[in-house]
């Protein structure tokens, strides 16, 4: 087992890692900022190394500084959390060239599903279904209507260096394709640099539900269930919850199966997740694969009781899974509310000084959280504050269960997001499990 990893990211899941870390026995390295000089992930670690400015690009990016504060610290591997350098297939590769561990997939595997379309071809060769398109990019207008037209439309145009929400453009008929095609091309050029695009048939209100897994080095891959990620707002997810309402066992199963077969076919190891879109009759179809950590995996860890991040430490380390297919049941509901600092119904940023912060406790919460009071939230990073998770014998206990911590949870001095979980949680449509990535269009008009 190693015995220090640095950290190589901030907030809140610089601490979830510092404390997988010190459960294992292991020294922990905090990187930071100059803005984030006086953050609990540099309180809490047992060293420091400040990497530069406040601007992501020069601190939390910055590949120099991070590798050579593993260096001067003696840190034997590196976790790169969420966000930043997590899906970086150059810092993943240049860990490895200088002798650092990197907790996370290998350079390859990365890259390769950061190429959306070879990633879609992938997923077919692996047989995990996928929706009908193209077979790779598509670069002639003529050969790219011909297709959408055999699709039948409305259709999808995808950048292949894009995922995320990034990148795409939906065409309802025939009369928009050229336009849309050739703006979707130069908008992936300025965008990515890379103007390379696909197309798929599109799906009007899909729910989207992804699969957690995790391989060591051995070759033994496990799933872990499902989450619902569908209540989201600009590509941004507000809510998740495990299981889905709409998975049974066997669906489960079989996604879960898919899942595996993709992970196995690109000999993937450490944490992931496939993500799918499901229509109305339950038909799913593969959409990306996340090669890290996700924001959302305390929902899968509650109803699993894995410590994925444990897990990735150990498998990292070379060690083997700590479970089997076998040992996995998901028992109980647990759901996830992020909570931004944002203006609840614009949802605009709102940084500033928190100036009350009163997290909520009693049975089955849970708050992952770098904020307290007098916190200053600084404006260079994202505006999430904390993750409010709740666990309860069934999905309506826990639904009240978050309403009652919802309640409690004090923050005075910024905007954020409680406001607007409050009104969801409230919502009958919500509550029936009648979700999907439309949900929130319905609910808040839509932008101006
Ligand atoms: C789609 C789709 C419908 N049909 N692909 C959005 C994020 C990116 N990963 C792909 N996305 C979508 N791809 C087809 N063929 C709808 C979306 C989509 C979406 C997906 C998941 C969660 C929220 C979403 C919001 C808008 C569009």
């Known amino acids: 087992m190693f015995k220090k990893i640095l950290i190589a990211n901030r907030g809140e899941i610089a601490l979830r890692v510092i404390r997988a870390c010190k459960e294992l026995g292991i020294k922990t390295v905090a990187v930071h900022s100059t803005a984030d000089a006086n953050s609990l992930h ?4 047992d060293q420091s190394v400040c990497i530069g400015p406040p601007k992501s690009s020069e601190s939390y990016l910055n590949v120099p500084s991070i590798i050579s504060a ?32 990197f907790i996370g997939p290998s350079p ?23 929706l009908p398109g193209s077979e790779g990019v598509m670069t002639e207008e003529t050969d790219a209507i011909a297709l959408a037209r055999d699709l039948g439309f409305p259709v999808i145009i995808k950048a292949v260096a894009g995922g995320g929400g990034k990148g795409m453009r939906v065409v309802m008929d025939e009369a928009e394709f050229a336009s849309a095609f050739m703006m979707a091309q130069s908008e992936a050029l300025a965008a990515f640099g ?90 799913f179809y593969f959409m990306e694969m996340n090669t890290r950590v996700q924001v959302e995996h305390p929902v899968t860890e509650l109803v699993t009781g894995v410590d994925l991040v444990k897990e990735q430490i150990r498998v990292a380390s070379g060690l083997p899974l700590s479970f089997t297919q076998d040992d996995i049941r998901i028992k109980g509901h647990s759901i996830e509310c992020r909570v931004n600092a944002e203006c609840p119904d614009k949802f605009i940023p709102s940084p500033g000084t928190i100036t009350a912060f009163n997290p909520p406790g009693g049975p089955g919460v849970r708050v992952d959280t770098a904020a307290y009071t007098q916190y200053l939230i600084p ?12 666990y309860a014998d069934t999905r309506d206990a826990a639904i009240m269960r978050m309403k009652r911590a919802l309640d409690e949870f004090i923050i005075e001095g910024v905007k954020t997001t409680i406001p607007a979980h409050k009104k969801i949680l ?23």
């Open 42 to 45: 540099v309180r809490f670690a």
């Open 70 to 101: 593993a260096e001067i610290t003696d840190a034997e591997a590196i976790h790169p959390g969420y966000g930043f350098l997590a899906e970086n297939p150059s810092f993943a590769e240049v860990c490895n060239s200088a002798g650092i561990k």
């Open 108 to 130: 390859e595997s990365i890259k390769l599903m950061g190429d959306k379309a070879r990633a879609r071809e992938t997923a077919k060769k692996a047989g995990v279904p996928i």
């Open 194 to 283: 890379n103007a390379d695009v696909y197309i798929e048939k599109y799906i009007t209100q899909p729910r989207h539900i992804e699969i957690q897994i995790i391989a060591d080095e051995k070759g033994n891959i496990v799933s872990l269930g499902e989450r619902e990620c569908s209540i989201q707002r600009r590509h941004q997810k507000l809510i998740e919850e495990a299981p889905s309402v709409i998975v049974d066992a066997a669906l489960r199963k079989k996604m879960g199966d898919m899942a595996i077969a993709l992970a196995r076919t690109v000999k993937y190891r450490n944490a992931g997740t496939i993500e799918f879109l499901m229509d109305e009759n339950r038909n």
């Open 379 to 390: 404006p260079y990073y994202d505006s999430m504050i904390a993750k409010l998770i709740v």
């Open 426 to 448: 409230d919502d009958p449509d919500f509550q029936q499990g009648n979700i999907s990535t439309k949900f929130m269009e319905r609910y808040y008009s839509p932008p101006s």
